[in-house]
């Protein structure tokens, strides 16, 4: 395992990016790339990427996103369209600068939101060297239950012990990290946000997986995921809340290394 940070140029600035690789197989096969989610950092996943990348024999990359973990700060308010502005522009960039050239994106809430605007945001053949997508409770769509959990979130922020759990993690980003995930999406205009326009311009395999109990967004988002996407594989998964991957470890790993053994 290991930690390193480079930089990327974005709007005639340089930005530090957090890293994390691990050598789990030869540079011949993709590179699993883990999203984190909308609280997350490179380290988010734990010890899934390890075991997923050694059982497929995948090298595994993942990265904080700017304003998160150690990466640098960022300015609020961020835009409506700051996701969009992440799959299109920033991971790019930081494919790019850490030599990814084939990979396969996992992405986990905002990270899966991430992962398809990526995997649909060109026409014809998408982007070069994509070769799956697996998403973890991806968001296409705001929903009522989402704002509802945004705003529970919120309470346990100010009143409870989520910010000293986040600044374990997040250190001088925390309050960014939070305000930047949770305002964004609680502001009246993120009421209409959506991405359903990008499934149908998806061209490598997917697999959705999402849990029954999730606390962040209804089995619509599935659904729709389903019926947008033409080489599309769903998963709903009992017993599991918004992060199937620690809720039921075993069955998500086993989806995981399955999809990937067939894809690749």
Known sequence: MTHSVFEISHRSRRHQIETLSLDTGPSSRPVLVFLHEGLGTADSFKAVPETVGRQTRCPVFSYSRIGYGKSSGIALPRKIN?????????????????????????????????????????????????????????????????????????????????????????GRNTDTAFRGWNHTWLSPGFHHWNIEKYLPRIRVPVLGIQGVDDPYGSLAQLRALAAGTKNCRTEAIEACGHIPHFDQPDIIVSMMTGFIGKTI
């Open 82 to 170: 700051y996701l969009h502005t992440e799959a299109l522009v920033l991971l790019p960039k930081v494919l790019s600068a850490a030599r990814i050239d084939r990979y396969i994106l996992i992405g986990h809430s905002d990270g899966g939101s991430i992962a398809l605007i990526h995997g649909g945001g060109r026409s014809g053949s998408g982007p070069a060297g994509l070769v799956g997508i697996i998403t973890l409770a991806a968001h296409l769509f705001c929903e009522d239950v989402t704002r509802k959990g945004l705003r529970e979130a919120r309470a346990w922020y100010e009143t409870g012990d989520l910010k000293p759990r986040l600044q374990r993690i997040h």
